[in-house]
């Protein structure tokens, strides 16, 4: 399957939007890049990169963003999984391809998972083990590595 014309037009204008959005939630929050990164597991390098649309960051990353902002994170998921399913230029779906998007799904929902008990837990009173929160850098950091192998199979 190829990814051209309108629809590769349709694809940038939905990551651009949702780029928007997360913009705003993060105005909202009223913190710098450097004072969510240690909320939102993501470098303030990264978030940079999510606010201006050159990636779209994993959902706990967004999750953690609406946290901060007092925004209910259920109302970025359609617009988050519009600007996710898109490719940036035009290109073939391989079967790697296709392999590095079940495990990048497999991951998201690992980590909505865990990010879905650190709430609890803190929504409790109690600290948050350090093993969950090293969980969720960790699936934050091993997405951005998926997302970098399936840039480096599209360029080549």
Avoid: H
């Amino acid at each position: 399957m190829t990814v051209t014309g309108s629809g590769a037009a349709r694809s940038e204008t939905a990551r651009e939007a949702f780029a928007a959005r997360l913009r705003a939630v993060r105005a909202r929050s009223g913190k710098t890049l450097r004072e969510l990164q240690g909320a939102t597991y993501a470098s303030d390098s990264a978030l940079s990169r999510y606010l201006s649309g050159r990636a779209v960051p994993p959902w706990n990353v967004v999750a953690a963003l609406c946290d901060q902002a007092g925004v209910d994170a259920g109302e970025l998921r359609v617009q988050w999984q519009a600007a996710r399913s898109i490719r940036r230029r035009k290109q073939t779906v391989t079967q790697p391809m296709l392999e590095l998007s079940a495990v990048e799904d497999c991951l998201t929902r690992i980590t909505d998972d865990v990010s879905a008990a650190i709430q609890q837990v803190r929504s409790r009173g109690e600290q948050v083990p350090e093993q969950l929160l090293t969980a969720v850098r960790c699936g934050a950091d091993a997405t951005l590595r998926l997302q970098t192998v399936r840039r480096l199979i599209s360029t080549s």
